[in-house]
Antibody, heavy 119, light 108 residues
């Protein structure tokens, strides 16, 4: 059974930093692209970043470029998101997702972790 | 970036109704479209990929169609467990995979 379990969310002040983690199990982690997708309260889904199987390619939505860094540790079967210079607009539930996978979809998702940026 | 527009933003329906949700892309995306279901407080779940292919384990009452810029998700006979929000996602412009704004299916 595929499992993705996010952690690391919480309340942070504007300008602060957080690091999200997502250990994966139930599949060969090193064989898949992995992504972070976020959802602001009451809003829709927004792709944030993704990373190739070996970490050699990383892509970000424009709004987080230069502030967020996606990374992975295939030996630990884990995905990470380092978030710096956080603003209120980054407040959201952050989901770890497997993919882009078949047909460029996100076929498995974690339960999400809430990041709240507020003073 | 490719923009995805869903309509309606919400729909009220009864159990047994046929429900259709549309998704329009700002430019042609072939059949590179997926649909997701999201229940309150839960993660999204992949329903359909490549515009019309049903993900394993998804009931056959869900179907997708369309190509180019216009797509539809149809629930042939709405069940109580289908009351949720539905999102389309364009899968054409890798790596920037954008979502529609969502459609909430509510109980009438």
């Amino acid at each position: 059974e595929v499992q993705l379990v996010e952690s690391g969310g919480g309340l942070v002040q504007p300008g602060g930093s957080l690091r999200l983690s997502c250990p994966a199990s139930g599949f060969t982690f090193s064989s898949y692209w992995m992504s972070w997708v976020r959802q602001a309260p009451g809003k829709g889904l927004e792709w944030v970043a993704n990373i190739k199987q070996d970490g050699s390619e990383k892509y970000y939505v424009d709004s987080v470029k230069g502030r967020f860094t996606i990374s992975r540790d295939n030996a630990k079967n884990s995905l990470y998101l380092q978030m710096n210079s956080l603003t209120a607009e980054d407040t959201a539930v952050y989901y770890c997702a497997r993919g882009p996978a078949r047909a460029n979809t996100f076929d498995y998702w974690g339960q999400g972790t809430l990041v709240t940026v507020s003073s | 970036d490719i923009q995805m527009t869903q309509s309606p933003s919400s729909v009220s329906a009864s159990v047994g109704d046929r429900v259709t949700i549309t998704c329009r892309a700002s430019q042609g995306i072939g059949s590179w479209l997926a649909w997701y279901q999201q229940k309150p407080g839960k993660a999204p779940k992949l329903l359909i990929y490549a515009a019309s292919s049903l993900q394993s384990g998804v009931p056959s009452r869900f179907s997708g169609s369309g190509s180019g810029t216009d797509f539809t998700l149809t629930i042939s006979s709405l069940q109580p467990e289908d009351f949720a929000s539905y999102y389309c996602q364009q899968a054409n412009s890798f790596p920037a995979l954008t979502f529609g704004g969502g459609t909430k299916v509510e109980i009438k």
